[in-house]
């Protein structure tokens, strides 16, 4: 008789701790488990309540740009073996950046997980989040550089801090062009402004490289993948992905 037998995997926990929010995810091998998003403030209480829920998990890779106290790093470090990702991480390109110390760890992890997920191509990743990133990596895995724009919410915000009457508002899922209010200009502009400039970056790219795949992530990805003109590869969650990529990177290139 033949039984067929399940193996119990290690889990792994990938981190991405933001501006203003942090993003977790527990992955088994490949498939991912649970998707987790916190305030950063409820980072202890956030971290113990997932380690409670899977106690499988056995490593974590983190990335941030944002802040996070040192004891959670701490009650991190006391449950799984972690890898910290900064400037002296083994990546999967080359970086040609001219101020390679200044290049945000966000953009270094998603420029990896382009990298290693889209062999021997051209990608441009596209980071929708508090400010808009957008990597370049070409076929020959150089890291070249891109662009940095305010996000969504900073336009809001910038035009409601920067004038005396304008109002502070939240995105539109309307499609507005031709704003007939104060509000509806407000949204057109923010909105269209925004897609435009996407689809021109993107355009100019396709221009200079024609094998190019283009990856669209972060928060608002899904809100603006609809409105987009070009081809492009929508996955809000490519960060945590790429963290998972960049673990096994790491592991087999340590």
């Known amino acids: 008789m033949y039984i067929c037998q399940t193996k119990n995997h290690d889990m792994l926990l990938t981190v991405d701790v933001g501006n203003s929010r942090i993003k977790a995810a527990v992955f088994e091998q490949d498939?991912?488990?649970?998707?987790?998003?916190?305030?950063?403030?409820?980072?202890?209480?956030?971290?113990?309540?997932?380690?409670?829920?899977?106690?499988?998990?056995?490593?974590?890779?983190?990335?941030?740009v944002g802040k996070i106290e040192a004891e959670v790093l701490d009650l991190l470090q006391k449950h799984v073996e972690i890898q910290i990702i900064d400037?002296?991480?083994?990546?999967?390109?080359?970086n040609n950046y001219k101020t390679p110390k200044t290049l945000g760890v966000d953009r270094m992890v998603l420029a990896a997980?382009?990298?290693?997920?889209?062999?021997?191509?051209?990608?441009?990743?596209?980071?929708?989040?508090?400010?808009?990133?957008?990597?370049?990596?070409?076929?020959?895995?150089?890291?070249?550089?891109?662009?940095?724009s305010p996000g969504i919410v900073l336009r809001y915000k910038s035009l409601n801090d920067y004038t005396q009457n304008l109002p502070f508002l939240e995105s539109n899922s309307n499609e507005i062009f031709i704003g007939n209010s104060t509000e509806n200009s407000i949204h057109s502009g923010?909105?269209?402004?925004?897609?435009?400039?996407?689809?021109?970056?993107?355009?100019q790219y396709f221009l200079k490289y024609q094998d190019l795949t283009v990856i669209l992530t972060?928060?608002?990805?899904?809100?603006?993948a609809k409105r987009l003109k070009n081809t492009i590869f929508a996955n809000s969650n490519f960060l945590l992905d790429s963290?998972?990529?960049?673990?096994?990177?790491?592991?087999?290139n340590d």
Do not use: M, W
């Not at 998003?37 to 998990?57: H, Q, R």
């Not at 997920?117 to 980071?127: E, F, T, W």
């Not at 923010?190 to 355009?203: A, K, M, P, Q, R």
């Not at 963290?243 to 087999?252: A, E, M, N, P």
């Open 31 to 64: 498939t991912l488990v649970e998707l987790f998003v916190a305030d950063p403030k409820e980072a202890a209480v956030f971290f113990s309540g997932i380690f409670i829920k899977y106690p499988k998990i056995k490593s974590a890779i983190y990335a941030s």
């Open 87 to 94: 400037h002296t991480t083994v990546l999967p390109f080359t």
């Open 113 to 148: 997980g382009a990298t290693l997920l889209y062999p021997k191509q051209n990608r441009l990743v596209i980071d929708a989040g508090t400010c808009v990133t957008y990597d370049f990596i070409d076929q020959n895995n150089r890291y070249l550089g891109g662009a940095i």
């Open 190 to 203: 923010v909105i269209n402004g925004l897609t435009y400039e996407i689809d021109g970056f993107i355009s």
């Open 218 to 224: 972060g928060g608002d990805a899904e809100f603006l």
């Open 243 to 252: 963290l998972r990529l960049l673990s096994t990177y790491i592991h087999q």
